[in-house]
Nanobody, 118 residues
Framework: QVQLVESGGGLVQPGGSLRLSCAAS????????MGWYRQAPGKQRELVAS??????STYYADSVKGRFAITNAKNTVYLQMNSLKPEDTAVYYC?????????????WGQGTQVTVSS
């Protein structure tokens, strides 16, 4: 089994920074891509950023370009969030396409709350 465990959420003032981490563990043969989604109350879950494990190609939603940075190391993906705005408030979920030795499957973390408020 593969597990994704997130950490790093919390309460921060507008303009502040947070760093989210997501560690993949278990039977992992390879990782194709990992990313961060977020879901605010009453809204659909949206892709915020993603990174491919081979090549390190990144994607960012327009709303976070220039403020967020996604990086990876070993089986962990990070999301550095700077210049946070109240509209960034949401539950952030880690997602990964992971080869568990049989096939590639999508896995989700449990989510971590990010609240931007003064």
């Amino acid at each position: 089994q593969v597990q994704l465990v997130e950490s790093g959420g919390g309460l921060v003032q507008p303009g502040g920074s947070l760093r989210l981490s997501c560690a993949a563990s278990g039977t992992i043969f390879s990782i194709a891509v990992m990313g961060w989604y977020r879901q605010a109350p009453g809204k659909q879950r949206e892709l915020v950023a993603s990174i491919t494990w081979t090549g390190g190609s990144t994607y960012y939603a327009d709303s976070v370009k220039g403020r967020f940075a996604i990086t990876n190391a070993k089986n962990t993906v990070y999301l550095q969030m700077n210049s946070l705005k109240p509209e960034d408030t949401a539950v952030y979920y880690c997602n990964g396409d992971v080869n568990n030795g049989v096939l590639f499957q999508k896995y989700w973390g449990q989510g971590t709350q990010v609240t931007v408020s003064s």
